[in-house]
């Protein structure tokens, strides 16, 4: 089946700081893939869209010069939380889904936990 | 706008049947997955639904009408295991690519 890597598993950084997280598709080309928040009890939150070769698309409310995101190639995206602060501490997760078949479901990575000091 | 709503919490006894329900309200519809998440980890696919009816996938079932714009997963012969949230996503968008998660339901499997 299809396998989406993410790593880091877990950061804990102290404020300030940028941390990049990454996000792979191990055995598929993923022209788009999706990054999502989710706080403690609730639901995943999209952030964006990452698009292979272009801009990402964010959701309203997101920063695009907090969250950076780069789709350098078919299967790595990659995240870049800059100068983070406490209230960026969460949960992310990213997906993917096989370009060639519309009706495949999403598959996501095991999610990196940050945690800002 | 989009609206997809779950009941927040659920609890049922090991070995017993439990159906989470799902309503939705999207601008558009091309697909909705159910996903089972553990505490801290990601989540995983469980079963997928584009046109009317039950789709059945071992101990877990689902069901869509469209017209109602209802949901529901089916948990048989629940296992403590099956402790876990269960989020509802309907793919909408442009290309039908886009996710809407519904908040999800804590489901508790007491022995």
């Known amino acids: 089946g299809a396998v989406v890597s993410q790593h880091p598993s877990r950061v804990i950084c102290k404020s300030g700081t940028s941390v990049k997280i990454e996000c792979r598709s191990l055995?598929?080309?993923?022209?788009?893939m999706f990054w999502y928040r989710q706080f403690p009890k609730q639901s995943l939150m999209l952030m964006a869209t990452s698009n292979e070769g272009s801009k990402a698309t964010y959701e309203q409310g997101v920063e695009k010069d907090k969250f950076l995101i780069n789709h350098a190639s078919l299967t790595l995206s990659t995240l870049t939380v800059t100068s983070a602060h406490p209230e960026d501490s969460s949960f992310y997760i990213c997906s993917a889904r096989e370009s060639t078949d519309s009706n495949q479901p999403q598959h996501f990575g095991d999610g990196t936990r940050l945690s800002i000091l | 706008g989009q609206n997809i709503d779950q009941p927040t919490e659920m609890t049922a006894t090991e070995g017993a049947i439990v159906q989470i329900n799902c309503t939705y309200q999207?601008?558009?519809?091309?697909?909705l997955f159910w996903y089972q998440q553990h505490a801290g980890e990601a989540p995983t696919f469980l079963s997928y639904?584009?046109?009317?009816g039950l789709e059945e996938k071992g101990r877990f079932s689902s069901f869509l009408s469209r017209s109602k714009g209802y949901s529901y997963l089916l948990l048989k012969e629940l296992q403590m295991k099956d402790s876990a949230s269960y989020l509802c996503?309907?793919?909408?968008?442009?290309?039908?690519?886009?996710?809407?998660f519904g908040p999800g339901t804590r489901l508790s499997v007491l022995p």
């Open positions: 639904n584009v046109l009317d």
């Open positions: 996503a309907v793919r909408d968008g442009v290309y039908g690519q886009n996710f809407v």
């Open positions: 055995d598929f080309q993923a022209t788009t």
């Open positions: 999207t601008s558009g519809f091309n697909g």
